[in-house]
């Protein structure tokens, strides 16, 4: 059984749930993954810090299948997003001068997989 993240009012956070994810690196002790969320019950926005060690995408997914066939599909074969995706991207905002660096930086990337 997977761990899972909950509000305080007990409800589960899902995907749909978080509105901003990081990634916290420290020099010293583990680093964090960030989340910030609204609950779907309360509405009361929340934040949590989960261990990189305890870290897991799985924790946020719904059991109750919510995208169509072809959908899943198509994340499944993007993969997890993985905590060394998420490090370089927190980088990449550290090195940011403006947003036409990340829409250039995404079409790109775009470019480069096909
Ligand atoms: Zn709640």
Redesign the pocket.
Known sequence: MKSSLK?????RIFTRDVMQQGFYVRRFGPSFVYLKFR??????L?EHYVKQEDWDAGMLKDGALEISGSEKVQFESMGKITIDEMISFHYELENLEGLEKIADGIVREVENES
């Open positions: 509000c305080n009012c007990g409800q609950c779907s019950r309360c509405k009361k929340g």
